[in-house]
DNA sequence: CTGAAAGCGCTTACAG
DNA sequence: CTGAAAGCGCTTACAG
């Protein structure tokens, strides 16, 4: 079968005896076309199963009606992360909503985000951009206010002063709540394990962390920090170097309940306790969280909010020219038997 | 801050000196560019910080170096799954060597896949299509083989003898065997949950569960087959239904981990023991999978594979026509303690 | 090896 | 309310 050539404005235009202009003004719902002329060019866009071309829409009126997600390029670990499928899953409800289309970013190698990037925007492939995360001095960030892109951000900046439009949880408070809620069942000596520490949610948790702590009076430790990437290895690794301080931490935090099972697993192959000998609470409190033979303590950052606020935000970006508005969305933090007291 | 001047080949020519059309040409790296007129436009692109428009482009080409991602309207379900995230990710890593862009359908409501495939094809968005999963009479399908456009599928289809580029696991054998591992352990009474009926996925596996059942003597039982949606209540619902059959079938093969996890839950709240009343197998594999207080056998289908596989199926059939190649990935059956003889 | 010109399929200011 | 024409930023057959 050949492939069909593709009909075009013309095409319709010669149908309905009328102008492509016209065509063009009935395609953008211009208002200034009569009634009677709209349906018959309607009715032939119809009949010719009519599509307007979109490159060619876009390269006249510059907007192409699709905004980039920038994944970044640790997305190994992160697309495994339930926190990812989340926020894209909101994403994708509010893009629908809105009727943007989403392009993907197809980095796999480090920095690579910023090469990228500029591939979609100066090669006008998109009206706005998502950032999935936000390192600390983070070179897309400094692209995008540099060119005054639309964009929103999944994350915090850490100078709140600035054009970015950004969608995030309090990290700092949750990992405040958590560390207290911990000392509370009567911990002393809290280890914590964190992501990467350019990122800049670990920097925030490690603040609330810190802050709990020296209001109870616990000297903070930087030998019981630990920071690495979000999966089950690392807790694992992490555990067990922690099994060897001496005296045992009695409470552990980590940034994802992967790294979590990781841990468990390796303090049940030493046999030390949970929570009995340690504590354990996490972030993002996956299907996992609830299921595993030790029910954990889990913060749900209610991600699929996150991802359609941040895209609900964009749209304003884009649309209205919203700049420096923050979104805080609540977190909640479930309680199970990982910190019982 | 005003938003740049987009810069275009003109620039760059006035720049370099020379015509518009041998900047297109270096861009396209047509090789009757003499190397010195090469290096100079090369050098202004840079020092400009040139990149041609992609619509512009598209338009002129009749390609856009980008290929659409078709997520069933199931997506609820289907999200959360991690089989679909690791396809994605096989798609990315693909799509990241082969230099292809992403677009991600944005499609929520049932049966709306169509509309979005339509607007991607006919407003020129895309070079080609991966479908995520495959119902029977697939309307997209029907639509991508009634005008050839390049298209590959993650799953089977049911009439073998047509032009589509598919990828997928042998999942009437994968079935098979599962169900022939169930009996060894000396289960008689079988159940099963598939998948929504209208999935190929389920027909197949069915399939290989009455073959594995014929095989050994074992009447099939239509009151033991069920169908419903890849989430937790689904397995959870079923399973309080087959707890109430006399005499309770002693095995229980499931579409997805999720489903087991419900339908554990179920049979642990009745006081029902796996596996010594009943054993449960499922397939994905996920990190649950192991995880769970009940470790459960599962399938694992190789789900980044099935991605990596299909977009590279798509590629050559973009590129160099390929129609009709069918590419099967292996399983791997892992056993755990949920089907312990 | 390089340039002038036509064309890809739309939109929109201008004129009527 | 509608049409003719110029323009969006590229590519490519044609001529040299």
Redesign the interface.
């Known amino acids: 079968?050949?492939?069909?050539k593709?009909i075009t404005a013309n095409d319709v235009a010669r149908l309905a005896g009328v102008s492509i202009s016209t065509v063009s003004r009935v395609i953008s719902n211009n208002p200034k076309i009569s009634k009677s002329t709209r349906m018959k060019v309607l009715k032939c866009m119809e009949e010719l199963?009519?599509?307007?071309?979109?490159?060619?829409r876009?390269?006249a009126i510059k907007k192409?009606g699709?905004v980039g997600i920038i994944?970044p390029a640790t997305?190994e670990d992160y697309?495994?992360n339930?926190f990812?499928?989340?926020s894209?899953?909101g994403i994708?409800?509010s893009?629908?909503n809105s009727d943007?289309?989403?392009?993907?970013s197809?980095?796999?190698e480090k920095g690579e985000e910023l090469k990228i990037l500029?591939?979609f925007i100066?090669?006008?492939?998109v009206d706005g951009v998502i950032l999935m995360t936000s390192k600390i001095e983070d070179e897309c960030i400094q692209y995008l206010l540099?060119?005054?892109?639309p964009f929103s951000l999944i994350g915090s900046t850490q100078d709140e002063n600035q054009k970015i439009n950004q969608v995030d949880n309090d990290n700092c408070l949750a990992a405040y709540e958590l560390t207290k809620h911990i000392i509370r069942i009567g911990r002393k000596r809290i280890a914590m394990i964190v992501g990467d520490f350019n990122l800049v949610v670990s920097k925030k948790r490690m603040e609330g962390y810190k802050k709990a702590l020296s209001e109870s009076d616990i000297y903070f430790d930087k030998n019981l920090l630990f920071s690495g990437s979000f999966d089950?290895k690392t807790g694992y690794k992490y555990a067990k170097q922690i099994s060897n301080i001496k005296p045992l931490p009695d409470g552990l935090i980590v940034a994802d309940d992967?790294v979590a099972?990781g841990a468990v697993k390796a303090f049940q192959d030493l046999g030390i306790n949970i929570p009995e000998d340690i504590a354990i609470a996490s972030f993002n409190n996956s299907?996992?969280a609830k299921?595993?033979?030790v029910p954990l303590t889990s913060v749900d950052i209610n991600a699929m909010e996150l991802g359609r606020e941040a895209m609900n935000l964009l749209v304003d970006a884009i649309e209205n020219k919203v700049r420096g508005r923050k979104i805080v969305i609540p977190y909640s933090i479930y309680k199970r038997e990982s910190t019982q007291g």
Chains 1, 2 share one sequence.
Do not use: C, W
């Open positions: 079968m050949k492939k069909a593709q199963g009519y599509y307007p071309n979109a490159n060619a876009s390269l192409t699709t994944i997305s697309f495994s339930p990812f499928t989340e894209i899953r994708i409800k893009a629908s943007y289309d989403l392009l993907l197809t980095n796999t500029q591939k100066k090669g006008s492939k540099s060119v005054d892109f089950e992967l099972f299907i996992l299921h595993v033979d």
